[in-house]
């Protein structure tokens, strides 16, 4: 039932998913709920030189793509490959990704949660010819089945995170493969450091930076940016800050995050405020969250 859904509204023009995405975040950002406090914290927590009125604007902007990004998901995983072609509108730094992949040591593609993050994995995967591989979080079904078809319908495999997973990952790597791997999430005990983001302690993942190290793999950034007016979308690639292969691995991940930061910036209201960043703290700090 969920799939004969999402093949009918995955025949919604993009201009008009965008639009009832756009008016569900207006909604949630007007009725109270967890999203929408989360959202507001976390803007306010990492945008500190934000007016109160400019913080308010830019938690509306952001719970609008947030909704768009949940209205587009049908278009991307079930529509017309030929359609799919139509919306990427431009390839920003092509050349980096070409010639991270000419030398032959693999690429690790970091993808934080900005803009349209599952055109990002679409858009690369068909770049690459599915040679890729990303790591994912089994959900449960149906959504797990439908995560699956979506983001492996142009060839990209998908791994679970956990040790299986990793072995993939390098597997592919060594053989002169990409991987796709999320910067910005609270990963398990044990698979984190503590490195700043927005100017607060984050525990961030290794896993980019411990890939790249032992394969010698090239580590880009990526992100699809969401164009106004469901006009498609920009596919960006950027060469990170230096530092990212440091043996150091806590100065390896703080450079990783600087160059999502950096990212961030340029579309503030393209990232998910609502995800909890930093649910762990260092040791002897207090939550970082009030409620």
């Known amino acids: 039932m969920l799939a004969r859904l999402y093949r009918l509204a995955a025949l919604v023009p993009l201009p008009v998913a965008h639009a009832l995405g756009s008016l569900l975040g207006v909604v949630a950002w007007l009725i109270p709920n ?9 803007i306010a927590r990492c945008l500190p030189a934000l007016g109160r009125l400019a913080r308010e604007r830019l938690a509306l902007r952001a719970m609008r793509e947030a909704g768009k990004a949940l209205t587009e998901l049908p278009i991307l995983f079930a529509g017309a490959e030929s359609r799919f072609v139509r919306m990427v509108r431009a390839y920003h730094g092509r050349e980096l990704l070409d010639a991270a992949l000419a030398a032959g040591k693999g690429v690790v593609a970091v993808s934080p949660h900005l803009g349209a993050w599952e055109m990002m994995g679409l858009a690369y995967s068909r770049v690459v010819n599915g040679n890729c591989v990303s790591m994912y979080r089994p959900q449960d079904e149906p959504w797990d089945s439908l995560l699956m078809q ?5 060839g990209g495999a998908l791994a679970p995170s956990d040790r299986g997973g990793m072995r993939r990952l390098l597997e592919r790597l060594r053989h002169g493969g990409s991987v796709g791997v999320l910067p910005d999430q609270d990963p398990p005990t044990g698979s984190g450091v503590f490195a700043p983001f927005f100017g607060i302690a984050a525990h961030s993942p290794t896993l980019p930076t411990r890939l790249a190290r032992r394969t010698g793999a090239a580590l880009i950034l990526c992100y699809a940016e969401r164009l106004t007016w469901g006009r498609g979308f920009v596919i960006h690639f950027e060469a990170p800050p230096q530092g990212v292969a440091d043996e150091d691995e806590a100065r390896a991940v703080a450079a990783i995050n600087a160059g999502v930061e950096s990212c961030i910036r340029r579309l503030p209201e393209q990232y998910y405020w609502g995800y909890m960043r930093f649910r762990r703290r260092p040791p002897g700090e207090p939550p970082f969250y009030p409620w």
């Open 34 to 42: 967890s999203f929408g406090r989360r959202t507001r914290f976390h």
């Open 150 to 154: 979506g983001r492996g319908r142009f």
